[in-house]
């Protein structure tokens, strides 16, 4: 069985620019949930696809935005970047069912912002 | 929404001894609480949950207990090891389908 695998591992941007961020959920994951870890914080929930729709946001401007594509892999995507974006990126993957499913992280991405 | 709070924000044990950190949540409708641990430059891992169906979970050295009318859950750590040592995070459902999480626990296992 393949865990959920994120890709890059480390990004730095400059402050204005765009990035992308990847995803490939576990192996029959049918959800896939974006959150934002700032150092020495708890991950903060930015929103969640299911059947390539956006399906619950978090407290976060539009400029993040995302996507979810047939075989259920994800990308996160920032615009204008600010210093603030500074952080890890982690992907969470989980299969919808009646009760709150059981979300498995990947790695993470590490943006930083200059 | 769910607010959640854990403590304490730093622990310090000796190998072997047991280790507890305790969460409140806010919303009584709340029913799946999941423990994540995560080591320096990792993502969260799953290393146990419980559904409000249950008071109490146990796998190996590690146990969670549930509270529903306090409102609150714990994780127990025995026999410590050097390999505990991590950062470990509570969660509990925000709307069904996401999680808010606890600020975190660092646990350092001394030898």
């Known amino acids: 069985e393949t865990g959920v695998t994120q890709s890059p591992t480390h990004l730095i941007k400059t402050r204005g620019q765009q990035v992308t961020l990847r995803c490939s959920s576990q192996s029959g994951h049918n959800t896939v949930s974006w959150y934002q870890q700032a150092l020495g914080q708890g991950p903060q929930f930015i929103f969640q696809?299911?059947?390539?729709?956006?399906?619950g946001r978090g407290n976060f401007p539009p400029r993040f935005s995302g996507l979810q594509f047939p075989n259920y892999s994800s990308e996160l995507n920032v615009n204008a970047l600010e210093l603030d974006d500074s952080a890890l990126y982690l992907c969470a993957s989980s299969v919808r069912g009646v009760d709150t499913d059981t979300q498995y992280f990947g790695p993470g991405t590490r943006l930083t912002v200059l | 929404g769910e607010n959640v709070e854990q403590h304490p924000s730093t622990l310090s044990v000796q190998e072997g001894d047991s280790a507890v950190i305790k969460c409140t949540y806010s919303d009584s409708a709340s029913n799946y609480f999941p423990w994540y641990k995560q080591e320096l430059g990792k993502g969260p891992q799953l290393i146990i949950d419980i559904r409000s169906n249950v008071g109490e979970k146990k796998d190996q050295r590690i146990a969670v207990t549930l509270n529903k009318t306090a409102k609150h859950f714990s994780l127990h750590i025995t026999e410590t090891q050097p390999e505990d040592s991590a950062v470990y995070f509570c969660?509990?459902?925000?709307?069904?389908?996401?999680?808010?999480f606890g600020p975190g626990t660092r646990l350092s296992v001394l030898p």
């Open positions: 696809y299911y059947r390539e729709e956006e399906n």
């Open positions: 969660a509990a459902p925000n709307y069904g389908q996401n999680f808010v």
